[in-house]
């Protein structure tokens, strides 16, 4: 039985963390689900957005020490880097959400501490209630944030708030967390506020999201000169896809656009 569920509806995917009576916390058979869950809405060229949330009273408590230390041998496995990825197990479990050519939404009540923060992290946006609580919580067992959230966190925040949230593993409220720079708007039913936006994305070309999501990804600590480039390859291509007509079509009829598929 899957930890993690999905389901698409109009472009739009709801993946749910699925472990309520645990607090979502993360076990080695939750982060394999959310591992296959974004591979597979990867394949999906009709996908145009995804929210992620968690069932029942958290987002993730984080991760399930007591689960997670009676497989040792797993831990090992799962600890490994697949070279053709430069990510583990745990890493990959947030970071194929960046991995994904449509923007990502979290939404997030209640507990987002440890691993579950940095999933949310890895999102392209979070929406959150003001009464959430955040945490590096890794620093309360004496380890370091290893699942991309030092990477996520140095986009996000400057570098005395990320070493200052690193080391203390501090809880801080959705409120708190808006004002840092971790949240990207605050909503009392944060799921509702996160499709909506997800719909807002509907009526943009498929392409031009996927390349806008490529390009700030890939050069945002890049030289001027790199980010250049890849602007001028990304540009290249969205003038000649089909997309990019119907977009262009759509604007100036002030019509709703009915895009084709993602084309990479």
Known sequence: MSLVSCTVEGGIAQVRLDRPDKLNALTLDLLDDLVATARSLRRDRTLRAVVVAGEGDAFCAGLDFASVLRQ???IVTAFVPRPWRGTNTFQEACWAWRRLPVPVVAAVHGHCLGGGLQIALAADFRFATPDSQWSVLEGRWGIIPDMSGVR???QLVGIDTAKRLTMTAEVVSGKDAFDLGLVTELDADPVAAATRFAESLLVRSPDQLAAAK??????????????????????????????TKVAREAALARATPVFGPRRR
Not at 219 to 228: G, L, N, P
Request: charged share 30%; hydrophobic share 45%; proline share 3%.
């Open 72 to 74: 040792p041998a797993r």
């Open 152 to 154: 996520s966190l140095a």
């Open 214 to 243: 490529r390009l700030f990804d890939d050069t945002w600590t890049a030289s001027a000169r790199r980010t250049f480039a890849r602007e001028r390859v990304e540009q290249a291509f969205l003038l000649a896809a089909h997309n």
